[in-house]
Each structure stands twice: as C-alpha cells, then as structure tokens.
C-alpha cells in the first residue's frame, strides 16, 4: 500500500515522471495489503469492507484484531487506500477490519438512508455482523478483538463495547460522542439550523432512547479494556464528551487508558501528538489483545500523515 505520489504525464512521448512522494520515507512494499470482502447482514443487506493483514501473513489464522470503524457516519466510507492508523497497526501484526455498515457512503442513496436513526441500532449491528464474519472466517482469535474509531467510530467504539461485552476485549475511543443527547446542546453541529434539523433527522429527538443508546449510560455492561483520547480544542465532538465519560469511569474505579491534549482538535495534527497517539494506541493493543508481531524494518512506519476524523 502506497502513500501516493505526483507525476507528471508527457503526452507526447506517452511518459509518467515521478515528481514528488507524499511520504518517501515509507517503502510500500514493506506496508500491509489490503483485500476487500463482502458478507450479508442478519437482515440480509449486503455489506463491503476491507481487511488489512499483516505483511508477510497474508493467509493467517487466528490473528489479533482491530475492528476499526470510520467516522462520519452518513456518506463517508473506508476505501481501498492507505490510511495511517491501518498501518500502524497491521506492520505490527494485527489483522484490521474495515466494514461500510449501513448509512455509509458509495452505495446509493437507499444504503444511505438505511442509517438514518441507527445510531446503536442496526449500525452498529452491521459493525458486529463484521467483526463475527472475521472470526467465522479464522481471520480473527475471538479472544483477541479491539474495536477502536474516531468520531462516529469512538461512538461505535464504545458503544461495541457495552451492547455486545463478551465481543470485544478492549475499546479504544478517538474524538468520540459517548452522550448522545448532549449533541443536542454542544459542539457546532446544534449552532445552525442545518445542524439541528440534521440532529433530528439523523438521531431523532426520543431523549429516552438516545440515553439508552448512549455508553455513557451503559456502563454497567462494560467488560472490555478502554482507551479514550481527547483533544481539548475539539469544535464538532467537544472534549466534554470524553471527559464525562472518563469522569464516569474514575468514579467507578475502571482503569483506562487517557489521552487527552488541550491544543488539538477534532483529530491529532501535530507531529509529535501523533507520535504518541500511535506509541499510546501500540501499548495499549499490546497489554489488551496483543503481542503484535513488531518488524523492525518498519519502525515509524504510517507516521506519514494524521488520521481524519469525520
């Protein structure tokens, strides 16, 4: 999997000249493969995703594995590309598991609006659906499976956590939403009228329910490890959000793993941030579900460029 580069094309001699590589330092073929699948829902809607395997195993069995979920969530999908959090954690020997679950986008409209108001519902069933087809296929060890995501994805993160707690041994949530009411009131999206008919349309506006489809408030269920990271100059998910629910787990005496930065944003952008979110994210999989299988030819590598979070 290659960062990508620029060429330029010279159409009268028919020629590609490389310009200039996005993260030269990275060398693609020391990168995991990506291969796509495709499964049917319990309810029989057809679902797409990718698997990244470690390099070199290619046809493993019984690997530890991510389930990582995309942000978003409506019209935004996982591609066939590379993505630097994938590889950070596949060269370290982690199988990760990338599915479009309904409400993402590329599948049509219908496929779309098959998410709306399924936030803890059938999204995040089409979630669970993925990550038993990766252990139905021997891909995953049932014992050894982390669900991690930014934005949405923390939200699914932890939401897999509590809904399904004998699934995952650990969970680690990025920029997530943990209350979902409280989206009603912080962050940007409620500061327009386009965001709150958004809210509405998308949630819906049953307080009862998004309490009960919240993991805030269902922590009792929780078995698995968690990690949470935070940036403090989050606009869209504001650091409340993962504060809460890290206050939520110091009162009940839950160890997790903390990571919270007062200059960053929606998403990790400086440098050195990145480093240790990636060094944190490792250690944390490591002492969970791991060890990993490390290559040391790789070292540093999917440090290229920062995550997105949707």
Not at 15 to 43: C, T, V, Y
Not at 66 to 82: L, N, Q, T
Not at 153 to 179: F, S
Not at 258 to 280: I, Q, S, V
Request: glycine share 12%; aromatic share 10%; proline share 6%.
């Amino acid at each position: 999997m290659d960062p990508g580069a620029f060429y330029l094309y010279d159409h009268q001699a028919r020629k590609l000249s490389l310009l200039l590589s996005r993260a030269s330092w990275i060398n693609p073929e020391h990168m995991a493969s990506k291969q796509p699948f495709g499964f049917a829902a319990r309810d029989g809607l057809q679902l797409q995703g990718y698997v990244s395997y470690p390099p070199g195993r290619e046809h493993a069995k019984q690997l530890p594995t991510v389930v990582f979920v995309h942000g978003g969530p409506y019209g935004v999908r996982d591609r066939w590309d590379y993505d630097p959090l994938v590889q950070v954690m596949a060269t370290r020997g982690y199988a990760v598991v990338q599915v479009n679950f309904r409400g993402s986008g590329g599948y049509g409209y219908n496929f779309m609006q098959a998410g709306s108001r399924e936030w803890g519902g059938k999204m995040q069933d089409d979630v669970t659906d993925a990550t038993r087809w990766a252990i139905a296929q021997g891909i995953a060890d049932p014992q050894r499976v982390c669900i991690f995501g930014a934005s949405y994805g923390g939200y699914a993160a932890l939401e897999g956590a509590v809904k399904e707690p004998d699934l995952y041994q650990c969970a680690i949530g990025y920029v997530g939403v943990y209350d979902l009411a409280l989206m009603y009131h912080r962050g940007d999206i409620p500061q327009s009228t386009f965001g709150k008919d958004y809210l509405k349309r998308e949630l819906g506006d049953d307080m009862t329910q998004l309490a009960a489809r919240s993991p805030l408030n269902q922590l009792d269920a929780l078995k698995a490890k968690v990690m949470l990271v935070v940036g403090g100059k989050d606009r869209r998910v504001p650091s409340i959000q993962g504060l809460a629910l890290h206050q939520a787990l110091l009162n009940r005496h839950v160890a997790h793993a903390w990571l919270f930065k007062p200059d960053e944003m929606h998403g990790f952008y400086d440098e050195a941030n990145l480093a240790e979110l990636y060094t944190r994210v490792l250690q944390f999989l490591a002492s969970s579900i791991g060890p990993g299988t490390p290559r040391a030819a790789d070292a540093g590598a999917g440090a290229g460029t920062p995550p997105t979070a949707h």
